[in-house]
């Protein structure tokens, strides 16, 4: 659970970041804080879906590319 939240700070902390650089360095006309949340759901959710639908598409051949299931195996 520890590496779940981790991955999530890391993954989120970045985006957070850039986002307030650019905002910060728009003067003339800022864009509301809730239009720039809207933005970044409307490209996180399909991304998430999709990248969903892909491991469980994906996800089972890879595994029976390596024989014992070893080069695939989650630590």
Request: aromatic share 10%.
């Amino acid at each position: 659970m520890m590496l779940f939240l981790a991955s999530i700070a890391l993954g989120i902390g970045p985006m957070v970041l850039y986002a307030i650089l650019i905002w910060r360095i728009d003067r003339w006309e800022r864009e509301p804080i809730p239009l720039l949340l809207a933005a970044f759901l409307w490209g996180s959710i399909p991304s998430v879906l999709f990248a969903l639908i892909g491991q469980a598409v994906l996800g089972i051949p890879m595994n029976d590319l390596s024989p014992d299931g070893a080069l695939f195996r989650q630590l």
